[in-house]
C-alpha cells in the first residue's frame, strides 16, 4: 500500500532481499509516479520504474465491498503491510491497527508519516518539506545564503531504508513471540537522524560560543544556532572542495580533499609546502584550524594544475582522503558499479531498457538480482487466485463492482 517515494523504497529492498512484495493499487490509475515526470507518452515513468523493481502489482479498491473481502484475505495472508498515505487513510478504508491485528495477530504493520504525534501529525509531507523541518536545510548551503535542500532524497529513500531496519526487527521479533506489531518511522526524525551532527554542533555552539572547524571561525559572526557550513567536512578532520583543472567551462571538476591529521605531512609535501611541518602556525591541527580557508587556497593551487581524476591518483596512495566530484553522467558509465550490480540495466516491455539502481545492500548468499517493475495491474488475477483463494467467479464479480 505504498505510493510516490518513500514507501516503495522500503518495499523494494524487501522485494531485492527476496520477499514477494505485492504493490497494491488504484484501479484504473495506479501509483501517482507511474504517470509523472513522464519522458515517453503513456509509458511508466522512470520514477515509478525505478522505485518498483521486483514487485508484483494488483489493483484493488478497499473502498468497495468486494475489495473490502479481497484486502481482509490479503491481511490474513500476507507477514506484512506498508503504507505510507497521508494520515487517517487506510483507517478510513475501514482498517484501523486494532482491526489488521484483529484478523492477523501476527501482522507487521509499518508505516511512513511525515511527523510523529504532535501538533503536525495530520499534514502531509513531501521530500523537501521533510528537509526543511528535520534540520537539513537550515545547515545546509552556503554561509550567510539561503537555505538549500540536497539532491540526495534523505526524506523520501531516507525514511524508507529506517522503516526497512524497523520491519526486519519487528519480523525477528515475530519469530520469538508471534506476536507481529506497529512499526511508524517519521519522515522529520529520520532527516533529523541523519543530521545528528549538526544537534551535536548546536550542542557545542551553546556552549563554546564558536565552532572552530567551520569557515566562519575565526574571522565570521556565530549567531543562536548552527550556521550553514559551505563544504566544510561536518567530522573530526577538516575538508573542503576544491577546484580542479578545467573548472572554468567543466561544472563538476572538483576534488573533496580531507585533511586528516596522520596524512597531512604527505599532502602537505605533494603540493609544495614541506616548510608548513616546521611551522608552529601549521604543524599541528589545532595551529591550522584558524588557517583553513589559507590551506585549501594553497591546496588548491596545486589540485588546479590536474584534473580531478589525476589528484585522486597521486592523493590515495599517501592515504589522503578525497573523492572526486562524479557526475550522474559519469556515475552512469562507472564500470565498477556495473560490476557490483549497484547500477543496473533493466528491460521492460514497454519502455525497453533502462539503467536503475539496484541494491546497495549486499548480501554474500544472497545477492539481489534486480527485476523490471510490475506495469499497473499486472498480477491482479494471479494473486488474487494463489494468494487469495479466489475463484473465476469471485473475480469476475470484484470487477463488475470496479474493486480491481
Ligand atoms: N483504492 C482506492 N483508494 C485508494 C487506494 C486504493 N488502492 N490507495 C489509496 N487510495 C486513496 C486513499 O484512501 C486516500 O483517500 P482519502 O483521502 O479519501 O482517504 C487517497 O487515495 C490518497 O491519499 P493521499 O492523501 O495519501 O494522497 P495525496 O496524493 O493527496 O498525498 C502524500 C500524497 C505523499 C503527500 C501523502 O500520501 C503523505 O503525506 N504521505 C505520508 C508521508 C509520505 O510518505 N510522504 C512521502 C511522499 S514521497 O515519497
Known sequence: MTHVQSGPTCTQILAWFGA??????????????????????????????????????????????????????????CDVMVENFAPGAIDRMGFPWETIQQINPRMIYASVKGFGPGPYEDCKVYENVAQCTGGAASTTGEIDRV??????????????????????????????????????????????????????????????????????????????????????????????????KGWETDPDAYIYVVMQAQAFPALAKVIGHADWLDDPDFSTPNARLPRLTHVFAEIEKWTTTLNKMEVMAILNPLNVPCGPILSMKELAAEPSLRNTATVVEVDHPQRGKYLTVGNPIKLSDSPSDVQRSPLLGEHTEEVLRDVCGLSDADIQAAKAQGAI
Open 20 to 77: 514477494d512484495v505485492i504493490k497494491v493499487e488504484r484501479p484504473g490509475e495506479g501509483d501517482p509516479t507511474r504517470g509523472q515526470l513522464r519522458d515517453k507518452p503513456g509509458v511508466d515513468s522512470l520514477y515509478f520504474t525505478m522505485l518498483n523493481s521486483n514487485k508484483r502489482g494488483i489493483t484493488l479498491n478497499p473502498k468497495t465491498e468486494a475489495g473490502k473481502k479481497i484486502f481482509r484475505r490479503l491481511i490474513e495472508q
Open 147 to 244: 537555505p538549500l535542500v540536497t539532491g540526495a532524497q534523505i526524506g523520501d529513500s531516507g525514511t524508507g531504508i529506517h522503516l526497512v531496519a524497523g520491519i526486519l526487527a519487528a519480523l525477528l521479533q515475530r519469530e520469538k513471540t508471534g506476536r507481529g506489531q506497529r512499526v511508524t518511522c517519521a519522515m522529520q526524525d529520520t532527516v533529523l537522524n541523519l543530521c545528528r551532527v549538526k544537534l551535536r554542533d548546536q550542542q557545542r555552539l551553546d556552549l563554546c560560543g564558536v565552532l572552530q572547524e567551520y569557515p566562519q571561525y575565526p574571522n565570521g559572526t556565530f549567531g543562536k544556532a548552527v550556521p550553514r557550513a559551505g563544504n566544510a567536512s561536518g567530522g573530526g578532520h577538516p575538508g573542503w572542495i576544491v577546484k580542479c
